[in-house]
């Protein structure tokens, strides 16, 4: 069967499936079966397909279909510049959250020997992105899962920069190795009765443990502040992504755990995203 008509077979089962970019996502799992880029498929849609890599894309487009993330079943996702390794473990990495990376680079423009922690690693897309852009920063990431540290530890190697990342499976309560100049996180904040409300692709495939902020939204963000105000140095930073809806609750804690707020920064959308904090 040629590429093109097992493509537009492929699009319209997703399109029935009511999924979001149900064409590029067609392509792209066909590039993956095939192992070519998207361009040489688009470029050579007469080409036939083998009756094995068709039942393997078959498989996958019944995946996809049932609301299975693309990135799961590519196994990649991109964040930043780079393509990070990811599964069913690990949440996916958000566009939104480069803006941690961001914010980040902004603040150690010209500071070197950095000595960051970040709490709730997950695939590390966050730590590894800073330690690509900045040679004389050194990290330690913390998981209370196996799974993602192994995945944290896959990537890191794949960008080599293995050498400048350690990895403790621990939860943040009982973390206490080393004092941090900065300490980053992306926290679970959904509360657990808003849970049922995401869409499928996320409520029945990402990790819940990895989204679940308890039933106010706030419980691990609080720990996290807790923790972070015994690990940071003085005028060190605290980096955290938050709902668009916590930036109130979360400045109480914070200036209650002994925080200055420097900024809270939105996202693409124009929701508060992203609040900076100084140790004091």
């Given amino acids: 069967m040629k590429i093109e008509t097992v493509i537009q077979q492929a699009n319209n089962i997703l ?3 009511y999924i979001k970019n149900s064409l590029l996502d067609t392509e792209l799992l066909i590039s993956k079966v095939i192992n070519k880029e998207r361009e040489y498929i688009i470029l050579n849609n007469n080409m036939k397909i083998g009756q094995n890599d068709y039942i393997k894309f078959k498989k996958l ?3 996809r279909s049932k609301g299975k993330p693309i990135a799961y079943l590519l196994g990649k996702k991109n964040f930043w510049k780079y393509d990070f390794y990811v599964n069913e473990n690990v949440l996916i990495p958000r566009p939104d959250t480069e ?3 961001h914010q980040v680079l902004k603040n150690y423009k010209n500071k070197n020997n950095i000595k960051f922690l970040e709490v709730g690693v997950g695939s590390g897309a966050i730590s590894l992105s ?5 040679n004389g920063f050194f990290g330690t990431g913390v998981d209370i ?5 192994n995945i944290c530890k896959k990537n890191a190697c794949k960008l080599e920069v293995n050498d400048r990342m350690k990895l403790f499976k621990s939860n943040i309560d009982n973390f206490n190795k080393g ?4 300490i980053i996180s992306n926290p679970p904040y959904i509360k657990k009765l808003d849970l049922k409300k995401l869409s499928k692709d996320i409520r029945n495939f990402e990790p819940q ?12 963000i609080r720990k996290v502040i807790k923790k972070s105000a015994e690990l940071i ?3 060190g930073k605290l980096i955290l992504e938050i709902a668009f809806n916590q930036k109130i609750e979360v400045r109480k804690i914070l200036e209650n755990n002994g925080f200055y707020i420097n900024a809270i920064v939105k996202d693409l959308a124009k929701n508060d995203r992203c609040i900076i904090s100084k140790k004091i």
Wanted: with cysteine.
């Fill in 61 to 63: 487009i019944l995946e």
């Fill in 15 to 17: 399109k029935k499936n």
């Fill in 130 to 134: 800073i330690l690509k852009e900045k």
């Fill in 99 to 101: 803006l941690i990376v």
């Fill in 179 to 182: 004092k941090y100049d900065l």
């Fill in 145 to 149: 899962s196996k799974d993602c540290l």
């Fill in 233 to 235: 140095k003085k005028n």
């Fill in 209 to 220: 443990i990895a989204l679940d902020g308890g039933l106010d939204g706030l419980s691990e």
